[in-house]
């Protein structure tokens, strides 16, 4: 079977391609725009990068994990877990840039300018929409890259050029879900002639997301509801029902959409993944969820620590007073272990759907079957 035929008929056809890049940037066969992916050429090789690293190729996922880490830390609903923290940037003005409390934004630059990594795979946007990947190497780039944008580019291109050039051995990868799926399985199934340099990766940092949008759409919803530009989208806890922008300009004026006009651009892709938290990440972060409400939550994070290497980052911020912390609710991790399970009961539903069963398209698949019931 060529290697280009399994991934367009067991993934793009069948609506599953993330977009995550994880394909491109290692020959000149395939390619991206506007958030599709696509092929140039048909290829000879039965096996080849592009398909043992695209998060929705064939994988036993639970040895994945099992690799990857130890299984005494693996939780059924959020994979790897050691610790869940809430903390935020302590820089004001990392704070003022970001999407919630600058928990990323720090972090990176901590690990650069510690050299803990000596480059990082971001993503850098303009005005949240047309996000690209980028690999940055002085910590005085990371801030440009703050914020989020609901529309998915190929940053895995970026990585998979920066490992294949071989000039940084401590790289550091922030991504989505399923781009940071992408990158454990480079890690530890790589092609035994040719992997990449894959142990060049030394750091991932995993972002919550519920779902990703069609680029076209997202720009037209963009376009109609902010139409001098916004700074960030956000989307705040589900009794709003809503999609926030923030303007551009002095006035900060948030600009607020019901969610059924977003649901509808949303990626089918993203309706089959099971994985809400980054499981597969070193560190993995989102916004805030408490008792305090939106207005207080939206300027802090949660950050789920999975590994040790997650560990000293966190505990190096720590002490150097890049981050602060303050306490957990005691019914946080159950509410975040209930979203999680949540989502993944919806990707059950939709592969189903798409693929007729399970398959091995679910993280922590072995757990997944009783919640059909």
Known sequence: MLSTYALDSQVIQKGLCTGCGACQGLCSYWGSNRGRTFCYYDC????????????????????????AFPDETVLPELGPFRALYLARAADPVIRGGAQHGGVVTALTELALHEGFIDGAVLTRAQDTLDPRGVVVTDPAEVRACSGSSFQIPPTLAALNQALREDKLHSLGVVGTPCKTLAVCKMRCDPLPENDNHAGNIK?????????????????????RSAPSGASHVDIPPSKYHAIEFLLRGEAQDIVSVNLDEVLPLVRPACRACADMTAEFADLSVGGAR????????????QVIVRSKTGEELLELARSRGVLEFKDVPDTALDKLKAASMGKKRTAVRTLHELCGGLGYLAPNAASLPALEE
Request: charge should be negative.
């Open 44 to 67: 000879e090789r039965s096996d080849g990068r592009c398909q043992r690293f695209c998060p929705r190729m064939p994988t036993d996922l639970d040895a994945l994990t099992r690799k």
């Open 203 to 223: 750091l991932v940092i995993g972002l919550f997301c519920g779902w990703g949008l069609d680029w076209d759409g997202m720009e037209a919803l963009t376009q």
């Open 290 to 301: 408490s008792a305090d409400g939106w207005e207080t939550d939206k300027k802090w994070n």
